[in-house]
């Protein structure tokens, strides 16, 4: 860099000399003066550009990474580590695998990893790592086809739980394709979960049953006749909240199966018209107690069956629907729909409502559990926050997806899809990702 400035510089007087030459001097001195100038500005000119070059390769140079170090930073990853080619030879293996695989690494590299190695001992977890259809509890987490692939792997004997990412590395010419998978070690975690998961499943299970006789005892008490106003009033209050608490906890019930994937889903051909007719029919009483009126546009066609769970589905669109009563105007509208989506196995079922809307700032929230609008909570004090997050969680299991546009103080529009081919809903449940 100091030669660099010192070549730079020296330009400078060169110019001048030229400059005083020229128009000081006789023609053919000042043009013998300027070619010898030139010839020394062309010397100049080659040595900064070669030490410009120099300068670059040096840094270059300082940003690569040699093989040895690249190695010394795989081995040190807190995740095991595999990379195999395409006939599934083991090429690298790390430190971190060789502490979860309890092998060395000399034993593993240029081993073929074959399905029938989950007959051996020391090889059936390497086994069912590569083949991930080996391994006796297996959940997609990335979509067929894509790179990289994500799965979720369990184990009992002994208990682990693992985040296999697979990628593909960039081709050589001439070798065979290479694969990475990174292997997290998720036991600890998980176990934490299912602890958080349990307590509130347990305590929820606690809490229904003295729940059930308070509630017989307060609508014994309301009943009575002989209650003096201040004293009716006072019971009537008292059941409504304990009704309130016993929603809560029959949500938390289910959030808790649900994360767990254990909901208990059982799929069948329906009629999404007679269907939504249905629900809309049981909805009515409240729509009316709460000055809202409720429509249904029947579909002009006759819509292809979709495959759901009556009673699970129905928890979901009940849930939406009661977002639209409770967070409507006097007079308001809610406008159940259901159409063909064009090109493709699906029915698109939308509930709008012309009420508070919501600010778009918080609509990326809306599906997250205890989340409510600002808006929400001051229109209705009321709420958990629980009933969107679980009408998502029961659309997806059913291999839809749900969405929603809204306008603040205009209302609210909720979409969901359902499929009509059966190929398209999921085969069994999967947990809640954490």
Not at 46 to 54: D, E, G, L, P, W
Not at 133 to 154: K, N, Y
Not at 260 to 265: A, I, K, L, T
């Amino acid at each position: 860099m100091a030669n660099l400035k010192f070549l730079l510089f020296s330009l400078i007087p060169a110019v001048a000399v030229v400059l005083i030459v020229f128009f000081f001097t006789p023609i053919l001195w000042a043009l013998a003066v300027v070619l010898f100038v030139s010839s020394v500005l062309g010397l100049f000119y080659m040595n900064i550009k070669a030490a410009a070059s120099a300068q670059q390769t040096k840094l270059s140079a300082g940003a690569e990474v040699s093989e040895p170090e690249m190695e010394s930073i795989l081995n040190n990853f807190g995740d095991a580590i595999i990379i195999y080619d395409d006939n599934f030879r083991v090429l690298f293996f790390n430190n971190a695998g060789e502490k979860l695989f309890m092998i060395n690494a000399g034993e593993i590299m240029g081993v073929t990893i074959k399905p029938e190695a989950v007959n051996d001992p020391r090889l059936r977890l390497m086994a069912q790592i590569v083949f991930p259809t080996l391994a006796p509890v297996m959940i997609p987490r990335s979509q067929g086809g894509t790179w990289p692939q994500i799965v979720d792997l369990s184990f009992s004997e002994p208990q682990l739980e693992l985040r296999v990412n697979t990628s593909q590395l960039s081709q050589i010419p001439g070798k065979p394709a290479r694969f990475l998978k990174v292997i997290q070690n998720r036991t600890h975690e998980v176990a934490l979960l299912k602890t958080k998961s349990d307590f509130v499943s347990v305590a929820s299970h606690q809490l229904k049953t003295p729940l059930t006789y308070i509630d017989w005892g307060l609508e014994a008490l309301a009943g009575d006749q002989t209650l003096s106003d201040p004293n009716k009033e006072i019971v009537d209050g008292a059941l409504k909240a304990s009704k309130l608490l016993s929603e809560i906890v029959e949500s938390l019930l289910d959030i808790a199966r649900i994360e767990e994937g254990r909901f208990g889903y059982k799929f069948e051909p329906a009629d999404i018209s007679e269907f939504l007719g249905q629900i809309l029919e049981r909805a009515m009483p409240e729509a009316t107690r709460a000055g809202v009126r409720l429509y249904f546009e029947k579909p002009a066609v006759q819509l292809p069956k979709v495959f759901i769970d009556p009673q699970r589905l129905s928890l979901a669109i009940s849930n939406l629907l009661d977002n639209g009563i409770r967070y409507n105007v006097k007079n308001g509208d809610v406008i159940v729909g259901a159409v063909q989506v064009e090109g493709k196995p699906f029915i698109q079922i939308s509930i709008k409502d012309t009420g508070i809307g919501i600010p778009l700032e918080e609509i990326k929230k809306l599906f997250v559990k205890f989340f409510r609008a600002d808006n929400a909570i001051k229109s209705q004090t009321e709420g958990t926050g629980l009933g969107l997050y679980i009408s998502k969680n029961i659309i997806e299991a059913h291999g839809g997806e749900v969405r929603v546009e809204s306008e603040l103080n205009r209302g609210t529009t909720f979409y969901f899809t359902l499929p009509t081919d059966q190929a398209l809903v999921p085969q069994r449940e999967v947990p809640i990702e954490a």
